[in-house]
Structures are given as C-alpha cells and as structure tokens.
C-alpha cells in the first residue's frame, strides 16, 4: 500500500509545475474554442442552460481570476485548506453565473481567452512562490490556487467535449492534480481507514470509518480511472451509472460510496 494511503498529510504540488499545467491545459481549451462555428458555439452544455459560449467565458474567469488575486494586496495569511476548496466553491455559483453571461454577451469568446492568456502569462510568476491571494472562500497561497485552477480547467474541458461530442487533450500533470485533490476531499470528508480508494496512475487514499487496513489486500476497495473518478466526484456520473457501465469497482460491505459523492459541485 502507497505512504499517500497510510498518511493522512496534507499533499504539496510544485508550485512552477502548476503553472505550467494551468497553461498547457488552457491551451488545449483555447485550440477547441478557436475552431468551433458559430453554431458549436450555441450548443448546450451539461451545466443548466450555459452555451459553450458560456462555458468559454467561465474558463477565461477561471484562468483571469489569478492575475486578478495578483492585483490586489496580499491577505497576511492563508485563511483555507487546499483541500476544503472543492467543498466551498458551490456557494458562489449565483455570483458566477451572472459574470460569466456578462461576459459571454460582451466579448468574442476566442479574443476572450487569448486576452486572458497572455495576462496570465505576464503577470504570474514562472515560480509562484508563496505569496498568499485574496480569493474565494478565503486566501491560500499562490501555488494552491493554482491547483485549484488546474481542477476548474479540467472539469470544465471535459464538459466542452461533451458538449461538442469531441475529444479534447488532457494536461497530464493538470489532470494528476485534479485527481489527487478530489482524492483528498473524499478522504477529508469521510475520514477513517476501512475503505482504499484507488485511481491509478494518480491517486490512493483511505477513507470511512471502520476497521482500518494495514497489510495485504483491503477488504474494502473502490477502483476506477481518472477522469471517471473526476466526473463521480463532480457529479457528471452517478454512483449506480457508474457501476453499471463497469466504470468503477467496488468489493466489500463498505465500498458503497455513492452516498459520500459528489465531492464537488
């Protein structure tokens, strides 16, 4: 069994390795929204009633909201956990909403992330560092945002290629993050040690309470890939879908967590 089941520490992400998922993955996004018409352009989108027009303006918010935190004084300490994030993020999503139609009626979406791009380029640092950001739901060091954004950037690339029917290219180091801290938030939420949760090549954490494993097979074990497991934690796929396309795995009398999902909305 791997340290990261075993030891409930926080995980660290390299902070310069970050930015450039940030980047690399907004590439991939700005390469499928450069080429879409007019018409893929007014597509529904699996979130409520969003275009991918709208979509494209929220992944510009997402990727702008760190030049933006740079702009403004730096808080004198960190006010939450990297992995609380996940949890705490639907409660702005009224707020967000509205800018996102604001943007989207405002702005040509390929000009949109192209502008952001280059900002963002200009004004993070090529090593981030441990300057602490102003930003939602309460200030976190540079580097963790960053996190946060590589988790935001993967989430919604995958719902752009759902909406266009497409594949788009997934950073794999963005994709890693995305999936490790998703990990971490389940195993922040139910803490315990009777059930493995494995998402190979990326992530292991224990979680639930219950009789904790400490050698040989777990008797209690959920396994899946990555960008299964990021739609479950998100709530793109159901826990009963899930096990029914033979997507995900689970033996043992506790390896139901259907009930702790999503982790994310």
Do not use: K
Not at 13 to 33: E, F, G, I, K, L
Not at 91 to 116: F, H
């Amino acid at each position: 069994m791997s340290p990261a089941a075993r030891t409930p520490r926080p995980r660290r992400y390299d902070p310069a390795r970050t930015r450039a998922a940030v980047m690399s993955q907004y590439a991939h996004v700005r390469r499928a929204v450069g080429a879409l018409t007019p018409d893929q352009l007014a597509r529904p989108t699996r979130l409520g009633d969003w275009t991918v027009r709208e979509l494209a303006a929220h992944l510009s918010m997402v990727v702008g909201s760190v030049a933006r935190a740079l702009q403004l004084p730096a808080p004198p300490e960190p006010e939450t956990t990297l992995v609380d994030w996940p949890s705490a993020a639907a409660q702005y999503a009224a707020g967000i909403d509205e800018r996102v139609r604001e943007l989207a009626a405002g702005n040509d979406p390929v000009e949109l992330l192209e502008r952001t791009a280059e900002e963002f380029d200009r004004l993070v640092p090529a090593e981030p560092g441990d300057r602490v950001l102003a930003c939602r739901p309460g200030a976190m060091p540079l580097g963790d945002f960053l996190v946060t954004r590589c988790v935001e950037l993967v989430v919604h690339t995958d719902d752009l290629a759902d909406a266009l029917g497409t594949e788009i290219p997934f950073d794999r180091q963005a994709l890693a993050a995305t999936t490790r801290l998703l990990a971490d938030a389940l195993a922040a939420t139910a803490p315990g040690g009777s059930v493995e949760v494995r998402v190979p090549p990326f992530a292991v954490v224990q979680c639930v309470e219950g009789p904790r494993h400490t050698r040989g097979t777990p008797p209690n074990v959920v396994e899946t890939d990555p960008l299964t497991w990021i739609r479950l934690a998100t709530g793109r796929l159901g826990w009963a879908a899930a096990l029914d396309a033979a997507a995900v795995t689970a033996s043992g009398e506790r390896a139901d967590i259907g009930g702790l999902l999503p982790v994310m909305s």
